[in-house]
Nanobody, 123 residues
């Protein structure tokens, strides 16, 4: 059981960077895999990255490999998504997620979600 709150979104020019944070509350946080997803208007929620509790297992969507970095600091109950070289197609609401029950790559497998933070990339 965990509650999640994203922050760090905003407006950025193409080629710029943003760092997102996901603050978690709940005593089980340190033992949970975490994920980042995004959803653009009218589109399905899209997998971005997942990370195991230790940080030893990480998966990225092909669209963000080499540009985005997921990390976590269990002592701070926080998961991060550093986004570099942003493109207009990165514009979306970004969500962090916890409590997977199935494929980490499938949004439907995650049981807990933050409220989302808007990222808008302008050209």
């Amino acid at each position: 059981q965990v509650q999640l709150v994203e922050s760090g979104g905003g407006l950025v020019q193409a080629g710029g960077s943003l760092g997102l944070s996901c603050a978690a509350s709940g005593r089980t946080f340190s033992n949970l895999p975490m994920g980042w997803f995004r959803q653009a208007p009218g589109k399905e929620r899209e997998f971005l990255a997942t990370i195991s509790w230790s940080g030893s297992t990480i998966f990225y969507a092909d669209s963000v490999k080499g540009r985005f970095t997921i990390s976590r600091d269990n002592a701070k109950n926080t998961v991060y998504l550093q986004m570099n070289s942003l493109k207009s197609e990165d514009t979306a609401v970004y969500y962090c997620a916890a409590d997977p029950d199935g494929s980490w790559l499938d949004p439907c497998s995650w049981g807990s979600w933050g409220q989302g933070t808007q990222v808008t990339v302008s050209s």
